[in-house]
């Protein structure tokens, strides 16, 4: 059995039902909404006062995964119309797999982006590019992901990375992306093409501001 997981917390998104249902999977969806699906497992999370709904999902996204065996993230953004065994079989390499950017190959260009568009604190995002500069993150490592789909196997390795990631996203930016540009040097990581926003495998839907 392999997990596709996902996580909203706030009115943040919806959440959508895949076209297609695949078998070997379970689908489990983490929340403080009320939502209801025939296919998510929802399992009802209230957020604690300490931490930011954002962050939250983030937490999950990165660290949640480390009680299966292989588990796949998938943003809420996306609607699954895939069976999702043959994109695993077709991108899958392990232990840990995602998609390049799109756009962007250099992390302080993904920062300006960042900032351009506000996705993110701008504060946060200089004060994190400040430190990048220090610490000699290079400009083009070819790091940056698309980190709404994520693939895993469970080993020490691949959960040492993501605890990582974790502690770089808990200590900067909620930008995942740009902390994951960081962390990642030094790992082994299977990385594959593909463009989210003309994706028909995994749709995407513009994040919306859900009021129930």
């Excluded at 809420?76 to 756009?103: E, G, Y």
């Excluded at 220090?134 to 940056?144: A, L, M, Y």
């Excluded at 993501?162 to 502690?167: I, L, P, Q, R, V």
């Excluded at 740009?178 to 995994?202: C, M, N, P, R």
Aim: hydrophobic letters at 40%.
């Amino acid at each position: 059995m392999k997990i596709c997981y996902t996580a909203i917390f706030g009115h943040y998104d919806d959440l959508k039902d895949p076209a297609i249902i695949s078998d070997g999977w379970k689908y489990i969806c983490y929340t403080d909404q009320p939502f209801k699906s025939s296919v998510w497992e929802v399992i009802h999370t209230p957020v604690p006062a300490d931490i930011d709904p954002q962050r939250l999902a983030r937490w999950y996204k990165i660290m949640h995964w480390v009680d299966w065996e292989f588990s796949m993230w998938i943003d809420a953004a996306f609607q699954i119309n895939i069976d999702l065994n043959d994109w695993w079989k077709r991108t899958f390499v392990m232990p840990f797999s995602c998609a390049k950017h799109p756009l962007r190959t250099c992390v302080y260009r993904e920062i300006a982006s960042c900032i351009a568009n506000n996705r993110g604190m701008a504060d946060e995002l200089l004060r994190q590019q400040e430190v990048y500069k220090k610490e000699g993150v290079p400009d083009h490592n070819d790091r940056i992901i698309t980190s709404g789909v994520l693939m895993r196997k469970n080993t020490p390795t691949c959960i040492q990375l993501c605890e990582k990631w974790w502690d770089e996203v808990a200590a900067h930016s909620v930008r995942d992306q740009v902390a994951f540009a960081k962390i990642s040097i030094g790992y082994k990581i299977h990385t594959f093409v593909w463009d989210y926003s003309q994706s028909k495998e995994l749709k995407y839907i513009k994040h919306i501001k859900y009021r129930h």
